[in-house]
């Protein structure tokens, strides 16, 4: 980049979406946000290098992990994680309409909304149809033409679209954090900050997938005394049975007892790959 150019960000759009949120929190003014239509183009837009970085949702507290971004983050090459970031949801149901909870008839949203607030959809109203969209905005864009419908949206979609609020806080849990993923192309590797804790992502799928093989390719994080803060697993999608592991611990690719576990752990995989080092949010 120049010396005069601003840091170009790409993120699910549209605007006053969670991805939105995550990419002001992390970058704060520093970025222009591009908001795109769907978690590949964020990839694709850092790839071929039109934006300088791209903010994708990995995994939430209440529905688990974003499996299109875990499964684009082993398939697409030269992209790199610099940065985590982790922001608190708050979901509400709005509509245009001056309508009663029962009266509803339609509920959009995006997927992972839906399932974050399957206890009040369930307990609150009288069996809607649920679709499901890209984007919690793009819900409240398509209920503004559909009678007895509401849509399941955050806060930052409420101040862009101002809908009338049915109900506010219907998410399960209290407690409801979704985790996002700073990605980067192989060029723009920040540098390390020796004052900051750091975290490493990896992932890595065993040689022969026999009894015990996991704890084996995990106990070379415990001799180092490495700690593990996420294991998650994903089809490889070759052959029934067959895993990927996603991989989370403290520690930097640069520390010495790091490169010896991740040595040990890539002699014994099958595909191995170092997803970044970066800071703990």
Request: net charge negative; hydrophobic share 40%.
């Amino acid at each position: 980049m120049g010396i005069n150019e601003r840091i170009k960000c790409a993120y699910l759009g549209p605007k006053g979406t969670f991805s939105e949120m995550a990419s002001i929190r992390y970058f704060k003014e520093k970025a222009d946000f591009i908001p795109v239509s769907s978690i590949s183009e964020v990839f694709d837009k850092v790839r071929e290098k039109l934006v300088d970085f791209g903010i994708v949702p990995i995994e939430n507290s209440v529905e688990g992990s974003v499996n299109m971004s875990m499964d684009l983050l082993s398939e697409v090459s030269d992209i790199l994680v610099v940065g985590e970031c982790v922001v608190p949801v708050r979901h509400f149901l709005v509509s245009f309409e001056d309508i009663d909870l029962q009266s509803i008839k339609k509920v959009y949203s995006h997927q992972q909304a839906i399932g974050q607030c399957s206890k009040f959809i369930k307990n609150k109203l009288n069996h809607p149809e649920i679709i499901f969209t890209a984007s919690t905005a793009v819900a409240c864009e398509l209920i503004k033409e559909e009678t007895n419908s509401a849509a399941i949206a955050s806060e930052n979609v409420i101040k862009i679209y101002n809908p009338n609020v049915l109900a506010e806080d219907i998410q399960d849990s209290d407690n409801n954090l979704t985790r996002f993923f700073v990605i980067t192309s192989s060029k723009n590797l920040p540098p390390l900050n020796k004052d900051l804790k750091y975290k490493t992502s990896i992932i890595c799928s065993p040689k022969h997938n026999r009894a015990g093989v996991l704890y084996s390719m995990l106990e070379s994080f415990q001799k180092k005394n490495i700690n593990l803060t996420r294991i998650e697993s994903r089809p490889t999608k070759k052959q029934l049975g067959e895993y990927l592991f996603y991989i989370d611990f403290e520690g930097h690719i640069n520390d010495e007892g790091v490169k010896e576990a991740l040595s040990e752990l890539k002699e014994m995989s099958a595909f191995f790959k170092i997803l970044g080092s970066y800071p703990i949010w």
